[in-house]
């Protein structure tokens, strides 16, 4: 009885759909009071959605929390917060260039970081899967340091 019952838990697990990992990911600079991202934020979604789940992951690097009247120390947090999240997804540099930007979105390779395209708020949902889709293959399929594409690219670094 236990073997059977072993046997049959084994089945189920294999069964299970197996999570893909990202092959890209989408470095969102976000805020609810961000008027681009409203726009933005739902055509990134459908798009993504467009993809074969797991394949593509979105990570919002969201500075909601830093208003007009928000203090150094606040705004100082967010920041941090903001920081070690982009680089925990190997996309720090990517602070460094847009940080505190908002309605922005930066496609990078999962693997080594490397940007590969931006999405913005006048593009289209067809647009930005078209471009999604471009980079998907560019990661896969591309050496590091040979992953972009031909045609506009990414705004020129605010910072750093």
């Known amino acids: 009885m236990r073997r ?3 046997l049959l838990v084994l089945s ?18 976000t805020a609810d009071w961000c008027p681009n991202c409203q726009i933005l934020n739902p055509r990134l979604d ?14 919002d690097l969201d500075v ?13 947090a967010v920041e941090t917060d903001a ?4 680089g925990e997804h190997k996309a ?15 496609a990078i390779a999962a693997d080594t970081g490397e940007p590969i395209t931006c999405f ?15 980079a998907k293959i560019l990661a896969e399929r591309a050496k590091p340091g040979n992953r972009k594409p031909e045609g506009p ?6 910072r750093g």
């Open 4 to 6: 059977v019952l072993t």
């Open 12 to 29: 189920i697990i294999a069964a299970l759909p197996v999570q893909a990992e990202p092959v890209l990911k989408v470095i969102n600079f």
């Open 46 to 59: 459908r798009a993504i959605d467009a993809f074969e789940a797991g394949s593509i992951e979105r990570v």
């Open 64 to 76: 909601t929390a830093i208003r007009r009247n928000s203090s150094r120390i606040e705004r100082a």
């Open 83 to 86: 920081l070690m999240l982009a």
């Open 92 to 106: 720090a540099y990517l602070w460094d260039w847009y940080g505190g930007i908002t309605g922005i979105a930066v």
């Open 120 to 134: 913005m708020r006048p593009m289209k949902k067809a647009d930005i899967e078209d471009r999604l889709r471009l």
């Open 153 to 158: 690219d990414c705004p020129a670094p605010m």
